[in-house]
């Protein structure tokens, strides 16, 4: 059976700290078994290697969110990249053809799709494992994993199996489906047997392939990637489950939580002050996470959520925090912190001046051995302050060696790259007319192909 995880995610539920690159299974604010800090996707990836099934899964994502995953993960990590960012259908028929197509799955072959960031115990693989022997043993053309309720819930959606006996495997037929219902209808559902949705699902390969097929789509990665554009912004459960009447759901009875907003992933955090600042003992229950260089400080504030990043500042009542998502449907700012496979930036300024031209000072830190790639930029020029550490640097085909106080001035159309001998950390002074990620003309990755263009030290 091969895995899949799909990595999306707009961060606006966890803003400030998410933002549209990176969203909340990005965030390192749990802790890791040696107690160190841990995100979510780290956190799942793990219990994956620990399952023994990190070797047959796969990460399906944006291309924005590509360098993220290899910053958290590795760069073994296999990754099937999104042209652009589309709902869950495309998503999943693209992983499709690339398991086809590409890593040569047979179309009878088990699929197991789950989210990148669930909130579980150890016995949650173990049962999703269930669902290849289930997919067998029942014939169904889709099997579910459905959550045992812990109580009645309106946060989530319900599967509502059949009447019929349970399989050997104790899977039931799915009867329907309910959308997030209110208390009273919760309760009605849980007297039915119903499970929550915890969006873990399986299907054969062929079936999604002959899906595909029906609606005239290529089984080539490479041509559906030409073509995605084209497909519709639907999601799996709309376009496929929905019309499927051969579901079969296997039922976990173990820890889930989906830390989807501020009051539920504080729960889980094994430090309610995360960053500079200070918490009177008189604030209780209060949470403060501040990425910022400047504390803050509370005084007898109760069940509050603080949270302080580069991208802005959310004061919250806990119960209120999933409101956030809806006062921020209208605001849209560029992400003014990103991690990258390289290490991570921090925007410290951004100024548009009426004349049209833009200023933008970013804090670069690049690991050692890591480099930026070689490019170059049409519309904007840089001026680079090292602050610390030691680095080679490429500019126009000639390297050279850089080390704190030093300043490197690159002007418009300069061919550019940099390697941190140590760990290194600049000052990025953008100036140009349009400072977008656009202009960004990438020549080569690798450092290795950067030096066998015999570069003159």
């Given at each position: 059976m091969k895995m899949v995880l799909l990595s999306g995610g707009s961060g606006k539920r966890?803003?400030?700290l998410s933002n549209d690159s990176r969203s909340k299974q990005f965030l390192k604010v749990l802790e890791s078994p040696q107690g160190e800090p841990e995100s979510m996707v780290q956190r799942v990836w793990r219990q994956l290697e620990e399952a023994g099934m990190a070797e047959s899964s796969y990460l399906a994502t944006g291309r924005g969110q590509v360098e993220m995953i290899q910053s958290q993960l590795g760069?073994?990590?296999?990754?099937?990249?999104?042209?652009?960012?589309r709902d869950t259908f495309p998503a999943i028929a693209l992983t499709a053809t690339y398991l086809y197509s590409v890593a040569g799955v047979s179309p009878a072959e088990t699929v197991a799709i789950l989210p990148v960031d669930p909130y579980v115990e150890a016995s949650f693989f173990d049962t999703m494992a269930m669902l290849e022997g289930t997919m067998l043993e029942s014939g169904a053309n889709l099997a579910l994993m459905g959550v045992v309720p812990e109580h009645a819930s309106e946060k989530y959606g319900y599967i509502i199996p059949t009447t019929e006996e349970a399989?050997?495997?104790?899977?039931?037929k799915v009867s329907h489906f309910q959308e997030k219902p209110d208390r009273i209808q919760a309760e009605q559902l849980i007297e039915q047997n119903a499970l929550w949705n915890c969006g873990v699902f399986a299907f054969r390969l062929g079936y999604l392939l002959d899906i595909l097929q029906r609606k005239g789509l290529p089984l080539g990665y490479e041509e559906l990637q030409k073509q995605y554009k084209l497909l519709s912004s639907i999601s799996f459960d709309y376009e496929v489950v929905e019309k499927e009447e051969h579901i079969v759901v296997q039922p976990y009875d173990g820890f889930w939580k989906d830390l989807g907003t501020w009051n539920t992933l504080t729960e889980e955090m094994s430090s309610k002050h995360v960053g500079k600042g200070f918490v009177t003992a008189d604030s209780e229950g209060t949470c403060l996470i501040n990425e910022l260089d400047i504390p803050?400080?509370?005084?007898g504030a109760k069940d509050l959520i603080i949270a302080a990043s580069p991208d802005g500042i959310l004061v919250t009542h806990k119960a209120e925090s999933p409101r956030i998502k809806e006062v921020l449907k209208t605001f849209e700012q560029r992400p003014m912190y990103e991690e990258r496979r390289w290490g991570h930036y921090k925007v410290i300024d951004y100024v548009k001046y009426d004349e049209g031209n833009e200023v933008l000072t970013k804090r670069i830190f690049i690991s050692e051995g890591n480099n930026i790639s070689y490019q170059l930029h049409r519309k904007r020029s840089e001026i680079w302050t090292i602050v610390s550490g030691e680095a080679s640097i490429v500019l126009n085909e000639k390297k050279h060696n850089v080390k704190a106080g030093d300043v490197v001035r690159i002007p418009e159309g300069t061919k550019h790259a940099i390697l941190a001998l140590t760990d290194v950390e600049f000052i990025e002074v953008q100036t140009g007319s349009e400072l977008v990620e656009e202009d960004n003309i990438r020549i080569t990755l690798d450092w290795n192909d950067i030096e066998l263009q015999q570069f003159i030290s």
């Amino acid at each position: 059976m091969k895995m899949v995880l799909l990595s999306g995610g707009s961060g606006k539920r966890l803003w400030p700290l998410s933002n549209d690159s990176r969203s909340k299974q990005f965030l390192k604010v749990l802790e890791s078994p040696q107690g160190e800090p841990e995100s979510m996707v780290q956190r799942v990836w793990r219990q994956l290697e620990e399952a023994g099934m990190a070797e047959s899964s796969y990460l399906a994502t944006g291309r924005g969110q590509v360098e993220m995953i290899q910053s958290q993960l590795g760069s073994h990590v296999p990754i099937i990249v999104e042209p652009e960012r589309r709902d869950t259908f495309p998503a999943i028929a693209l992983t499709a053809t690339y398991l086809y197509s590409v890593a040569g799955v047979s179309p009878a072959e088990t699929v197991a799709i789950l989210p990148v960031d669930p909130y579980v115990e150890a016995s949650f693989f173990d049962t999703m494992a269930m669902l290849e022997g289930t997919m067998l043993e029942s014939g169904a053309n889709l099997a579910l994993m459905g959550v045992v309720p812990e109580h009645a819930s309106e946060k989530y959606g319900y599967i509502i199996p059949t009447t019929e006996e349970a399989g050997e495997n104790g899977f039931m037929k799915v009867s329907h489906f309910q959308e997030k219902p209110d208390r009273i209808q919760a309760e009605q559902l849980i007297e039915q047997n119903a499970l929550w949705n915890c969006g873990v699902f399986a299907f054969r390969l062929g079936y999604l392939l002959d899906i595909l097929q029906r609606k005239g789509l290529p089984l080539g990665y490479e041509e559906l990637q030409k073509q995605y554009k084209l497909l519709s912004s639907i999601s799996f459960d709309y376009e496929v489950v929905e019309k499927e009447e051969h579901i079969v759901v296997q039922p976990y009875d173990g820890f889930w939580k989906d830390l989807g907003t501020w009051n539920t992933l504080t729960e889980e955090m094994s430090s309610k002050h995360v960053g500079k600042g200070f918490v009177t003992a008189d604030s209780e229950g209060t949470c403060l996470i501040n990425e910022l260089d400047i504390p803050i400080t509370v005084i007898g504030a109760k069940d509050l959520i603080i949270a302080a990043s580069p991208d802005g500042i959310l004061v919250t009542h806990k119960a209120e925090s999933p409101r956030i998502k809806e006062v921020l449907k209208t605001f849209e700012q560029r992400p003014m912190y990103e991690e990258r496979r390289w290490g991570h930036y921090k925007v410290i300024d951004y100024v548009k001046y009426d004349e049209g031209n833009e200023v933008l000072t970013k804090r670069i830190f690049i690991s050692e051995g890591n480099n930026i790639s070689y490019q170059l930029h049409r519309k904007r020029s840089e001026i680079w302050t090292i602050v610390s550490g030691e680095a080679s640097i490429v500019l126009n085909e000639k390297k050279h060696n850089v080390k704190a106080g030093d300043v490197v001035r690159i002007p418009e159309g300069t061919k550019h790259a940099i390697l941190a001998l140590t760990d290194v950390e600049f000052i990025e002074v953008q100036t140009g007319s349009e400072l977008v990620e656009e202009d960004n003309i990438r020549i080569t990755l690798d450092w290795n192909d950067i030096e066998l263009q015999q570069f003159i030290s």
